[in-house]
């Protein structure tokens, strides 16, 4: 089974030199829908955008991981009925309320079910499966055993396997507490240069954004796997994804290359070295592979 490789654009102006890469979809943020530190595209943005994807062979997929609340369900209906009427290949959902607009817009079959941390079983991801949408990704805190045993069972599974990982997601606005209650000047919302030390995990630098969405922490590490690659794919994940938030474009493109590599049969230890030795700066590893979340 052809393995999809999927990427993020985290910034519009990165598009054409993503879609020079290997990748198979590049997943778009879309305003009204997504709660990213990516760029997110307009109602108006999206239509060009999906034609110029298109035409470079590419598929295109949103990524819909609010959380809605109530005042948020109008506009996010108008959004997937929009998304009806174009050429998108997926769409990634975290809240159940747009399984029920995806009926209501004959979009059931494009939907992948992204919990983000949350999909961490079989039961749950077949519970999904049988409401007859296309696919679940599987949660990127999980050991190695854990991710193969779901994707094994299921089939249809979207694993994560490049990239910084979303660690936490707040409807809260906490970034700017934290600058009211210490009655900062600088403005600490919508800034791409935060991050947070925890003494706990030692000196690694966990990016933290704000936006109208809420607070997002991501993780210190940028995950690898290079070393586990061929036990992801004999577990035989439909797709695999390569995360571009807070890693630079240059990283993202040599991901995408060196992964592809890997799809056509290279060695993967030998590429790991190549990609590890390039980017020695950054700190890549192999995430929650060989261990428990908690630490």
């Not at 939907?111 to 499966?129: F, G, K, Q």
């Not at 993780?219 to 690659?229: G, K």
């Not at 991901?255 to 230890?269: Q, T």
């Amino acid at each position: 089974m052809m393995k999809e490789l999927i990427t993020t654009l985290e910034r519009l102006s990165d598009l054409e030199n993503l879609l020079r890469t290997e990748t198979d979809t590049i997943m778009v943020s879309v305003d009204g829908l997504s709660s990213t530190v990516a760029e997110k595209l307009s109602r108006e943005e999206l239509p060009q955008i999906v034609d110029r994807i298109r035409t470079a062979g590419k598929k295109i997929a949103v990524r819909a991981n609010m959380t809605l609340h109530e005042g948020m369900l109008e506009k996010a209906d108008a959004l997937m009925a929009h998304l009806g009427t174009l050429d998108i290949h997926a769409i990634f959902f975290a809240d159940p309320a747009l399984l029920s607009m995806a009926r209501k817009h004959q979009l059931v079959g494009r939907m992948i079910y992204d919990p983000e941390t949350l999909m961490t079983s079989i039961n749950d991801a077949n519970w999904w499966l049988d409401r007859g949408i296309e696919g679940v990704s599987v949660s990127p805190l999980l050991t190695l055993q854990e991710t193969d045993e779901i994707s094994s069972a299921v089939h249809k599974a979207i694993v994560t396997v490049h990239g910084r990982t979303l660690m936490s997601r707040s409807y809260r606005q906490l970034l700017s507490a934290y600058q009211e209650a210490n009655q900062l000047t600088e403005t600490l919302r919508g800034s791409r240069h935060l991050y947070l030390i925890e003494s706990k995990r030692g000196e690694g630098r966990m990016p933290v954004y704000e936006d109208e969405t809420g607070t997002l922490i991501y993780s210190d590490n940028v995950l690898d796997s290079f070393d586990f690659i061929r036990d992801v794919l004999q577990s035989d994940p439909m797709g695999l994804l390569i995360e571009g938030s807070y890693i630079t474009l240059e990283e993202q493109m040599d991901a995408i290359h060196a992964y592809r590599r890997i799809l056509d049969g290279e060695d993967p230890s030998v590429i790991g070295k190549e990609y590890r030795a390039k980017f020695s700066n950054e700190p890549l590893d192999s995430g929650y592979y060989e261990q428990k979340t908690v630490r």
